[in-house]
């Protein structure tokens, strides 16, 4: 039965063509760095001068796992919070909103169960939505670049990583997978906001709003001492998995961390859902 | 099959449904009338566990809604105003989910709900290419899927063309008649109220100001039309002789209790007044619903029910 229900959730979920304009734009923008990382004589020539200036071999390094990691963190730390926002602000408020929540709440279904469905379709969600951007990214860089070796370079958060082989592969699907924790949790996010008796579009613009705050402050130098204080040092956990040498205890607290939003951000939005009357 | 008792809701300051003690027996098609804001859907809503009472007990086929939600609702379905639906996929589709939320449902079984409702052949296009009749027809039949006893309508005709209100009533008596079922139709259309409901319960300002049979209603007063040569000499007259006890709109007396047409005739005629027609009048619903908005518009200290039936009690 609760395997009927999610298969439902999702039909209604990857029904609607809302869903998807997201991740066209987002193919779209791979599609443009990947593009210009081939074709821009700038961004070329930085690239290759970036893995030479390294020390290692351009010939193994310059492919397209590199390349579509390159255009992965951008689209991560702007792109993904924004559409899996987008996702989960619209769960529960959009079907309030529409009048179809009526129409379920006049079944025998609880208002929990209800919600565990929606929550665990937004997860389905996130986690189709980081494959096919790992997949796509890695397969559209194929066309351009040689597979090879994979070669991080990220100086904000003082990553610097070469990696060979099968290892590289391993890397980048792991790097995917825990990926997936950061779409999750600002979809909970979405979600938890989507269960008040608000507008759609509202919950989406208050997750995102609540998400570049954090991102901010979490930027900002004055408030460096505070970083592990915001989500969104633990949001991007994931990239801990491209440094040489992965700090698993580290890892384990940020993902700890995480479990632990996503389980208040489900708490809060189904003691909100089961509290409010509604109505047409 | 529905009992409220005492119930009450209050949003914010403002109550919506007030003391509202309301029963619908097995079998029967009871109407909830009342204007736009009067509490129907508010009430409708705790029947559903979609909106909690502030206080009171509201029970489903003997199940109390706030506790034992999912057991009340087991064999119930319901429709609401301007049916809502998923428009991107189909009507088979949008059958499958609304009806797992109950139970799992067999393709077999939605096939024969769709073939009731007469949407063969329609049922794979998607809900945003249906006409509002279709989609009244498919709002109907994920109310039947579950194999209700109860249904609950609200304002089902809300935006049919006068072909598809005739089919609907056609269809509610159909679905009493065919499945027994209990239906509580929620509606400010006098006309299809009358025409369907054995018993109704009125709402004014979130209170019930009436519950009773419709056919108590039709006679709830003995009303006489009179066609005179001279109507205010016969209403003296007749005042006069306590053979009535009201008159209204220049051709209708109200006979007092034990008094009789005949009497009333040789009355008249013996005081030469000349009788062209005599003959009872049964009050339809609009005049009874119009009459109990008018009583209850009254001042407290002015309020005198135009009707000596219409009150806030139930009817036998």
Redesign the interface.
Known sequence: ?LI??LR?EL??LF???RTYIGTGMFLLAQVIFIMLLEFGNGPYRSLVSGIKGAGLSVDNYLSNLTVATITLTPTAFFLLPLYVALVGGDLVAKEAE???L?????????RLR?LLLKWMAGAVFSLALVITLGLFGALFARIFFPTGGLFVFMPLEGIFGSFDGITAWERFAVVHLVMTVEACSIMSMGFMFSCFNIKPAAATILAISFFFISMMMYNMPYFRELREWFIVHHLFVWTNFFRQSIPWPEVGGSLSILAGYNLTFLIIGCAAFQ?R???? | MIQLHNVQKIFGRRPAVEDLTLSVPEGEIFGLLGHNGAGKSTAIGMMLGQVWPTQGEVRVCGFDVTTQRQRALQKVGAIFETPVFYDYLSGWRNLEILSHYTAPTSKQRINEVIDWVGLTGREKSNVKTYSHGMRTRLALAQALLPQPKLLILDEPSDGLDPEGIHEMRLTILRLQKEMGLTILLSSHQLKEVELLCTRIAVMNKGRKVFEGAMSSINQAQNWVRLRVNDFAAAVGLLRKNDLITDERDGSFIALAKDSETDQVVRCLVKNNVSVYEIAPHEQDLEEFYLSLMKTDKQPAGEKQPAQPTASQGALP
């Open positions: 039965m009927l229900q439902n039909w209604k029904g609607k063509k529409d009048g179809t009526r129409m379920i709440l006049s079944r025998p279904v609880s209800l509290t009357d509604i109505k047409s």
